[in-house]
């Protein structure tokens, strides 16, 4: 089914068009690549986002992915590293944090890990001041979370009464303006958050090709999913989409390009499928494994038939061998016998 609305076309993953795509995409593809986010994705957004939890299926769902061979998950949430880590808590699989400003990449637990940083102890140290005085300026408001993450700081204002959601956002931009103004950060929105980041040119997009060029994945051969729900999700969403625009080349960096955006409110995206909600998200998870289980299946399959074959092959060539050394030494001895003859 095709949804146009706000002037956006976009197919539910899960229609013909979507299923054959994301088939021929694992069929014909060297690795598969599946990056998510967590709030929002995986998991249903929340009043409180220490209540965001991973449920077990998803969780089952993204260990058995990961374990196939030439598949790779990762995960990158705007949220901070080591919370997102613990939440997920699966050895192996990529992880970013703060939209791609903090990254890690190995097995944690044998500690075979590489970490990533964008920021230094300088811009922790501002982004401390501007918690305190967003905390010190919001006092007395009920259902601001100004969150301190590291690397960026999330002003959350989802449980704030409507009448003072104005407000607050103006309390927020008088409060970052002379830092915008120093050059020193920049602000991005999300879902009922207003974010405060490094003044630099990074996001999650540019964070999932730095991950798949230090893992020395070969873009132009694999298949690359990437579901998201948000606003800073659509930067990822513009990188891998492949499809043709009108007076643009089409992208060749990727193969097969399946960007999905997540929601029960299709908006303007980049993304070229959607699914409703993070439950439809472990569905469609499920549905990318046993495609997997088929391709691997047949490919084992095909392998074990050209091995006997070989093996065939070999045995008629040695077969054969021995009748022609026969049919030599048997024509050896006639033309012998001949000779004796003549004498």
Request: charged share 35%; with cysteine; hydrophobic share 35%.
């Amino acid at each position: 089914m095709r949804l146009k609305e706000n002037k956006v076309e976009i197919e539910h993953a899960r229609s013909e068009y979507g299923i054959e795509y994301a088939k021929r995409a694992i069929e014909n593809a060297k690795d598969v690549v599946i990056f998510l986010d967590y709030d929002g994705t995986l998991t249903k957004i929340v009043s409180k986002p220490s209540e965001a939890k991973l449920s077990q299926r998803a969780k089952e769902i993204i260990e058995k992915l990961a374990s196939l061979e030439n598949t790779h998950v990762g995960v990158i949430s705007g949220r901070k590293l080591e919370d997102v880590m613990s939440r997920v808590g699966i050895e192996g699989i990529w992880y970013a944090g703060n939209h791609g400003l903090d990254v890690i990449i190995g097995n944690i637990g044998n500690k075979r890990y590489h970490r990533y940083e964008f920021v230094d102890e300088n811009f922790r140290e501002i982004l401390k001041r501007i918690a305190e005085q967003l905390e010190e300026r919001t006092k007395g408001i009920e259902g601001i979370i100004v969150e301190n993450k590291g690397s960026t700081i999330a002003f959350h204002y989802r449980n704030v009464e409507k009448k003072r959601v104005k407000e607050v956002k103006k309390i927020f931009m008088e409060t970052l303006q002379p830092w915008v103004d120093a050059g020193l950060v920049n602000l991005h929105k999300g879902k009922m958050v207003l974010e405060v980041w490094p003044a630099i040119r990074w996001n999650k997009g540019l964070a999932m090709f730095m991950l798949l060029s230090e893992c020395k994945i070969e873009t132009e051969k694999c298949a690359l999913f990437y579901l998201g729900d948000d606003i800073t999700d659509e930067d990822a969403f513009k990188l891998i989409n492949t499809r043709k625009k009108r007076g643009k080349k089409r992208d060749k960096r990727i193969k097969y390009s399946i960007p999905i955006f997540v929601g029960d409110r299709i908006k303007k995206t980049n993304a070229r499928f959607y699914l409703k909600g993070p439950d439809e998200v472990i569905l469609y998870l499920e549905f990318i494994f046993s495609l997997l289980n088929q391709r691997d299946n047949l490919r084992m399959k095909n392998k074990t038939n050209k091995e006997i074959g070989r093996k065939d092959i070999k045995k008629k060539r040695k077969k054969n061998g021995r009748k022609n050394v026969r049919n030599r030494k048997r024509s050896v001895r006639k033309d012998g016998a001949k000779s004796n003859i003549r004498k």
